[in-house]
């Protein structure tokens, strides 16, 4: 019997789920729950089926922000609070309000919380998690209170008191970096308000930041203190804004389409817009579709990017672009070693940035290859969504309610993957494992 036992033990402990495959449950039930939510008759006007639920869910959650039907127009109040619901969830992760919650009913955190939680974060310590999910509340629920107080200015003068939930719901939508706006047009008819360009920018570039390069900041106030980490974002973030912007308005200057009809000002505020939203916001107050493609292809760039980790962007991060690039110098420099504001990176860190960087790459051309099987001649236009649901940004050129079945489940798939996928990657990438057998080295000519 005592063998028997021990055997049932060591089974059930090999059939033990990893935390990224419990992490990628959780996302999954919380998706059905926020499907069958949403496709309830109290959550809409009589014009959503289950698929578009599911679809728009999805999106919620993984804070991706596109849809296949005007959010405001399709959904009751109860509806619109559903989805931001869901979008407060998934943007600072499901995990940091489970933690909380168990912690607010004084229920001590186990150990297997603890490992899903550290992969909802993108830690790879298991100590300070319960203080960094207090603090990613606590930076979130600040700036959206905030945010939402700033937009009620613009808001409630024109809808009335309607204009609060207006406010409040943009506010979440924009820190989370979802995307979702009540409003067919998303922000376009605002395109030259300055509390709309300045607010929401702001709102999703602090949370695209990441929580841990927000709390480094405030902790110390100075540059030389910060860490390495909270350098490169910040940095990166500048310049790839300051990038996107200036490039957005000389490229799309004279389209009649986009920037052309506005006055100066207006133009100036729209570059500055969409130079920044592609930072997995999802934001526009441009036509989209009527980008040029060499606007459309920066775009997909920046969207790729994305923002930092532990935030609620998406895209293969920044850090990870910026450490591919010192790379690439120290390869020309035939140094063994990176370095950026007096710190060193060792080859670790650049293994984990090329298999990151590899499967996402990867993924998004299997995506683009797949669906222009089922939808030939609009090749910008698909790559251009696909991109959008991998960076779980939510920008699109106008054919997201055109596509067919395929197409709108492998959009959700992209989405649950560009959310959760670098999740599970990074778990992976943290997994060391010694080799058991040696081999003799090699040699392969590159290049």
């Known amino acids: 019997m005592p063998l028997s036992f021990r055997?049932?033990?060591?089974?059930?402990?090999?059939?033990?789920?990893?935390?990224?495959?419990?992490?990628?449950?959780?996302?999954?039930?919380?998706?059905?729950?926020?499907?069958?939510?949403?496709?309830?008759?109290?959550s809409h006007h009589g014009d959503i089926g289950l698929g578009e639920a599911l679809f728009t869910s999805t999106s919620a959650v993984t804070v991706t922000g596109l849809v296949l039907a005007d959010t405001g127009a399709t959904f009751t109040g109860f509806g619109q609070a559903v989805i931001a619901a869901l979008i407060q969830l998934g943007g600072l992760g499901l995990m940091t309000f489970a933690v909380l919650l168990l912690g607010a009913l004084g229920i001590p955190i186990g150990m297997p919380q603890r490992l899903i939680l550290r992969e909802d974060l993108n830690q790879t310590s298991l100590s300070n998690l319960s203080y960094i999910a207090r603090m990613i509340l606590i930076i979130a629920v600040s700036c959206e209170a905030v945010g939402a107080a700033l937009l009620a200015l613009v808001f409630v003068p024109e809808f009335g008191w309607a204009g609060l939930w207006e406010a409040v719901f943009h506010s979440i939508s924009a820190f989370n970096n979802a995307g979702f706006a009540l409003h067919p047009d998303s922000l376009s008819q605002w395109v030259g308000n300055p509390i709309i360009n300045l607010v929401i920018p702001a709102l999703f570039i602090l949370g695209g930041l990441g929580f841990i390069v927000v709390g480094d900041v405030y902790r110390s106030r100075n540059w030389r203190k910060l860490t390495l980490h909270s350098k490169l974002m910040l940095v990166g973030t500048a310049l790839l804004i300051t990038w996107g912007s200036v490039m957005f308005g000389l490229l799309e200057w004279g389209n009649p389409e986009t920037l052309g009809p506005l006055s100066v000002i207006e133009k100036l505020w729209a570059s500055w817009f969409q130079g920044t939203t592609p930072r997995t916001a999802g934001f526009n107050t441009i036509n989209t579709g009527g980008m040029h493609d060499s606007t459309s292809l920066l775009t997909m760039t920046l969207m790729l990017v994305g923002g930092g980790s532990t935030s609620t962007a998406g895209g293969i991060k920044v850090t990870t672009l910026f450490v591919l690039l010192l790379a690439t110098i120290a390869f020309f420099r035939r140094q063994t070693t990176l370095h950026a504001f007096g710190r060193s990176l060792g080859l670790d860190e650049v293994m984990k940035v090329l298999a990151l960087t590899t499967i996402s790459m990867l993924l998004v051309l299997t995506g683009v290859f797949v669906m222009t099987i089922n939808h030939d001649g609009q090749f910008t236009d698909i790559a251009f969504e696909v991109t959008s649901a991998f960076g779980?940004?939510?920008?699109?050129?106008?054919?997201?309610?055109?596509?067919?079945?395929?197409?709108?489940?492998?959009?959700?798939l992209i989405m649950f993957v560009g959310r959760v996928g670098p999740l599970a990657i990074g778990f992976f990438l943290a997994t060391r494992s010694v080799p058991k057998v040696k081999y003799p080295s090699g040699q392969i000519y590159l290049g």
């Open 7 to 42: 055997s049932l033990l060591r089974r059930k402990k090999t059939l033990r789920m990893p935390p990224p495959a419990l992490l990628s449950l959780y996302y999954m039930a919380f998706i059905i729950l926020g499907a069958i939510l949403l496709w309830l008759p109290i």
């Open 392 to 412: 779980t940004v939510g920008l699109s050129r106008g054919i997201t309610a055109e596509l067919d079945g395929i197409g709108r489940f492998i959009l959700m």
